[in-house]
C-alpha cells in the first residue's frame, strides 16, 4: 500500500482471463461455416486421393493461356507422400485430358464451375504434367477464349474452395 497526497491506494496485481470457447461460440462466427466446410474438402480430398491434407500445399494459378495446379509437400524429406502426389497429378493429366473430372466432382461434392466446357471442348486443351521439386504440377492451356474462361472459372473456385489465398486475376 502507498500514500498519495493523503489517499490511501492498494496496489494489486490484475488478472485478466479469457472465458473458455464452446463449439457453440464458434457457430456465431462469420466463418464458422467455411472453416467447417474447408475441413471436409480437405476430408474428401485425402479419402480420395490418399493423400495426407496437412502436410502437402495446394495452389492453382491462372495464366494469360489457361493456369496450373500445383501439389507438393510442406517437407522435401516426405518422399514417399512426394511419389504419391507426382503420380496423383499425372493421374489428373491424363483423366482431364480424357474429360474425366469425376476425382475433383468426389472431392469438392458438387461439379465445379468450368467443367462441363472443359468436357465439350477437351480437343481444344492440353494438360502436361512436370514434376517440381517437393511435387509436380499440371500446366493447362489453350488458344480458345471459350475453354480458357473454363479453366479461369474451375481454378478460382478450387482456390476458394481449398482455400489456397492463391490471386484469382
Partial sequence: ????????????????????????????CPMHQAHMAQSAVDQRHEATTGLPSDSIEHHFLLSADGGSIR?????????????RVRGHLQAIARAFAAGDFSMPVQVHDQ???????????KDAIHYRYAETPRGGAVAITTADPDARGAIHDFLRFQISDH????PVQ
Fill in 71 to 83: 501439389l507438393e509437400v510442406k517437407d522435401a524429406k516426405q518422399a514417399a507422400d512426394r511419389a
Fill in 111 to 121: 461439379v465445379p464451375p468450368g467443367v462441363e466446357t472443359l468436357k465439350a471442348r
Fill in 163 to 166: 482455400a489456397t489465398g492463391d
Fill in 1 to 28: 500500500m502507498r500514500r498519495i497526497l493523503g489517499i490511501l491506494v492498494v496496489t494489486a496485481p490484475v488478472v485478466w482471463t479469457m472465458p473458455s470457447a464452446t463449439a457453440e461460440d464458434h457457430e456465431g
